[in-house]
């Protein structure tokens, strides 16, 4: 960050928001990233422990996605109406519940006292809570800040919050290895425990050093936290107290209406989001288990733990490269960024699906996640540009319920056809991502067109 920088503002224009609440804001979702991500790297283990198949472990994932889709949205507007503090603290229960509870089943079912089938349904409803109610933080916090954050800064202010979400992801598979002890038969369950304590933590701190807020205006922050987010445009539809022109530009007319996911300005975008974000569950779903497979870890659920969580390290590594290097170093365009992605996703599965060992495994996903955080930024700016200021609040919902709805099966969809064939699997996803390349070569607007001002 620049030092050079003004304050970022806190209750009004001109007032700053000090560093310990602007660190506050970014462990609150730090907190959330790393726990699903470490989640995700013990689970395929815990799958193979429970001796359940992979489709169902992923298909487990499913309801907590929809319910994300469905919830974040309300929680939003909710926040309008009783304060930031409110719905971010909500969303933190709801993440140390679920992953309290998830954590106790799961021990449960490894320790023989309830079968596999019923421990995996416990599990769907537990982590429920966490699509339900833990969907309350991420957009409580993208609008404090951008509340409460001239134009001029927001920009630098949401990109930092965002990112907590990706370093989260570095974070969570790196300390999942670490958390996994035998200290009371906690085992493979210990990742789960130990995040509901540090959110706790997290919680308390947010209750007394987070002052409260009543809100006087509207303002809402994209939806950060599925398991695809580490994308960093920032939200520009936001009021102040001020009069700011740009802010207060009328929709083009006959745009009044709610948009919808293939409204026209909207198609080209939606339908590229949607087919690479398939694409992207797939193989976030696929992974784990081809690290077990492909190494020989099946029976060594503790090793193929720390073995996918490395995997893990090098794909969100890839991601973030991506994000703060790669597209602001070259200046890369939305249609730019969404092109090149998928092609450089594609070549990293094709790697991926062809690997035999951690050096291989690590690259592939490596280089497909570097493809993936090229595509998200692009088609989320694209769907932004495509529409005006006064729509942006509008844009930004659809872009949270189209990464949604590409989590809610398509996990289970891989997991399914890797279990026929391994190239059914990844031959899909290649597929998947060549299709967007080529209707997003004839389809989408030129980067010249869509960033003119």
């Known amino acids: 960050m620049n030092n050079a920088a003004p304050p970022l503002s806190d209750t009004r224009e001109g007032s700053a928001i ?24 013990v689970m395929p283990s815990i799958g193979t422990a429970l001796e359940v198949d992979d489709f169902w472990i992923s298909l487990a994932y499913s309801w907590s996605a929809l319910l ?25 229960t709801g993440f140390i519940f679920s992953m309290g509870l998830c954590g106790l089943v799961l021990w449960a079912g490894l320790a023989g006292w309830i079968t596999a089938f019923w421990t995996l349904i416990a599990f769907a409803a537990a982590r429920s809570l966490y699509g339900g109610f833990g969907s309350a933080a991420p957009p409580a916090v993208q609008a404090y800040v951008a509340s409460r954050t001239p134009r001029a800064e927001r920009t630098q202010a949401l990109s930092l919050i965002a990112s907590s979400f990706g370093l989260g992801t570095v974070i969570g598979p790196v300390l ?32 007394f050093r987070l002052p409260n807020d009543e809100p006087q205006f509207a303002a809402r922050g994209k939806t950060y936290g ?57 193989i976030m779903g696929i992974t784990g288990f081809l690290v077990l497979d492909r190494l020989g870890l099946r029976d060594s659920p503790e090793e193929g733990a720390a073995l996918v969580s490395l995997v893990l390290v090098f794909g969100a590594l890839a991601t973030l490269l991506a994000q703060w290097g790669v597209i602001p170093r070259f200046k890369i365009g939305p249609r730019a960024a969404t092109l090149s992605g998928m092609l450089v996703a594609a070549f990293g599965t094709a ?4 690997a035999d060992s951690v050096f291989a495994l690590s690259t592939g996903y490596a280089i497909a996640s570097l493809g993936f955080g090229l595509f ?78």
Not at 19 to 34: D, E, I, N, P, Q
């Open 351 to 354: 790697i991926l699906g062809a």
């Open 226 to 282: 599925m398991p695809d987010a580490g994308q960093t445009q920032p939200d520009d539809n936001h009021r102040h107290t001020d009069h700011e022109d740009d802010d207060a530009l009328p929709a083009p007319p006959g745009s009044e209406t709610r948009l919808r996911w293939f409204e026209p300005r909207l198609r080209p975008w939606v339908i590229a989001a949607l087919l690479g974000g398939h694409a992207q569950a797939m």
């Open 376 to 453: 998200r930024p692009g088609t989320t700016a694209g769907t932004s540009l495509a529409v005006s200021r006064a729509e942006q609040g509008q844009a930004s919902g659809v872009v949270a319920s189209v990464a949604g709805a590409s989590f809610i099966y398509a996990p289970a969809l891989g997991v399914g056809l890797y279990g026929i064939s391994d190239w059914l699997g990844f031959g899909l996803v290649i597929a998947l991502c060549l299709l967007v390349f080529i209707l997003g070569w004839r389809s989408l607007t030129s980067d010249e067109i869509l960033t003119a001002d």
């Open 68 to 92: 994300w889709v469905v919830c974040a949205p309300i929680w939003a507007r909710r926040s309008d109406r009783r304060g930031r503090k409110a719905m971010m603290a909500l969303g933190l």
């Open 18 to 41: 000090s560093t310990g609440r602007m660190g506050l804001l970014f462990t609150v979702m730090l907190v959330t990233a790393a726990g699903n991500t470490a989640m995700q790297s």
């Open 176 to 207: 999942a290895p670490l958390m996994v002890v035998s200290f009371l038969g906690v085992g493979l369950t210990g990742p789960f425990i130990s995040f509901a304590l540090i959110g706790v933590i997290a919680l308390v701190l947010l209750r």
